[in-house]
């Protein structure tokens, strides 16, 4: 057997048709041959193969070398086309930057073929991130890719790629996300969704303006709050007392239909059924957010509980109120609670009130978002059900769809 530390490295590229027992019949050439196989990666796209074997031979016996031959002709046996080529042992020895990290970056959207996937190569490119491999997590169309690479500078030019690949893809609909590829990417463990306009299609809040006949008064004062320019809990206070007066029962009404979002009860179907905690973190209303809680089977709700007396809602809201701070630190109560890493934890929100509650999560995403909050959050995604999160945990959509059909 060929010492790994003394062999000369050949890379071996086989391509062609996929059939089963490609991989047994070469490896059994190199294992027949005592050579030395040092590494193997294997990729198939649309019954094309791709296999790369890295294998150790004795220095200055490449040429002719038995195992080269025997896999030349095995491979044209099958029908495929071989390559190999002797590397470089100064570029192989080559030690990486100490800065160095590496990052997944993910893109969801129709806008992907052709013009996405060049724009953000072209960005890649000029950050010289190192691709180590690509896969398509879609079926079908190609609506997600993801992209393992390392930065030579780490954190710093990381920023700068996020901003490189959030400008090139501005006009497309393309989502583009960077994480630190690391395992607790892939094991993250609690998501914590806003309500009002992410978890549900509405603002609960608006709905009960409309029966009460004050929908364009409280519409108002929503629309600023959430676009961050009143204080969340004033505002909050100020729609509520418009609402005096009402029937208690009809505010139970709406609860019994709320539109949920798209995609939301496949998501958590595939995150309950793989061990997630999930929960709502509201700063709409407790009648709904419990609502939602039975109905789709989260662990966790929290939200506003308006003040009844007599049967009607006497206009105040009780304390303490879910501010956007509160949103935050329930999170974070959450967390502990579940003895789970705020680093393993996922807050979807849409709008101002959210900002504190994703920022403060391991991966906060903006979800069909106001402006202010996609600059702040992580990621965002801008098109498209909730279920495309599922995405950005490295999910592919054929183990989505055997775990829905479960």
Do not use: W
């Not at 308006?306 to 303490?320: A, C, F, M, N, Y």
């Amino acid at each position: 057997m060929v010492d790994p530390a003394d062999a000369q490295r050949v890379l071996v590229t086989v391509t062609g048709p996929d059939t089963p027992g490609i991989t047994a019949a070469l490896t059994a050439v190199i294992a027949d041959n005592h050579a030395e196989l040092l590494d193997i990666e294997q990729v198939v796209v649309q019954g094309q193969l791709t296999l790369c074997l890295l294998i150790g031979l004795d220095t200055g016996r490449t040429q002719g070398d038995p195992v080269l031959k025997d896999l030349l002709f095995d491979a044209k046996r099958m029908g495929l086309d071989l390559q190999f080529k002797v590397l470089d042992e100064t570029r192989l020895s080559s030690a990486p930057s100490p800065k160095a990290q590496r990052y997944a970056v993910t893109a969801i959207g129709d806008g992907l073929r052709t013009t996405g996937v060049q724009r953000i190569a072209a960005v890649l490119a000029r950050q010289e991130a190192n691709i180590e491999h690509i896969r398509r997590l879609s079926s079908g169309k190609l609506l997600s890719l993801e992209i393992i690479l390392s930065l030579p500078a780490g954190a710093d030019q990381a920023r700068e790629l996020r901003r490189g690949l959030a400008e090139a893809t501005h006009d497309i609909d393309v989502d583009i996300a960077v994480q630190r590829e690391r395992l607790t990417r892939r094991s993250k463990r609690l998501v914590v969704m806003d309500m009002d306009s992410t978890l549900i299609q509405i603002e609960v809040i608006d709905e009960l303006a409309r029966m009460h006949g004050v929908v364009d008064q409280v519409s108002e004062i929503t629309r600023r709050a959430m676009a961050g320019e009143l204080d969340f809990e004033g505002s909050l206070r100020s729609r509520v007392k418009l609402l005096e007066g009402m029937e208690y029962e009809k505010v139970l009404s709406l609860a019994k239909n709320l539109p949920v979002t798209d995609g939301a009860r496949e998501m958590l179907h595939v995150l309950h059924t793989l061990g997630y905690k999930t929960g709502v973190i509201s700063g709409g209303f407790t009648f709904a957010a419990n609502a939602l809680r039975d109905e789709l089977g989260l662990d966790y709700a929290y939200a506003n509980e308006l003040q009844v007396r007599d049967g009607k809602l006497t206009g105040e809201v009780l304390d303490p109120v879910v501010t956007p701070q509160r949103k935050a630190d329930l999170l974070d109560a959450i967390a502990q609670r579940e003895n789970i890493a705020l680093e393993q934890t996922i807050a979807i929100g849409d709008g101002a009130n959210d900002m504190t509650m994703l920022q403060r999560a391991g991966l906060g995403i903006a979800f069909h978002a106001k402006p202010k909050l996609k600059e702040a959050a992580d990621t965002s995604v801008s098109a498209g059900g909730l279920d495309r999160i599922l995405y950005l945990l490295g999910l592919h959509a054929r183990d989505v769809r055997e775990l829905l059909h479960e």
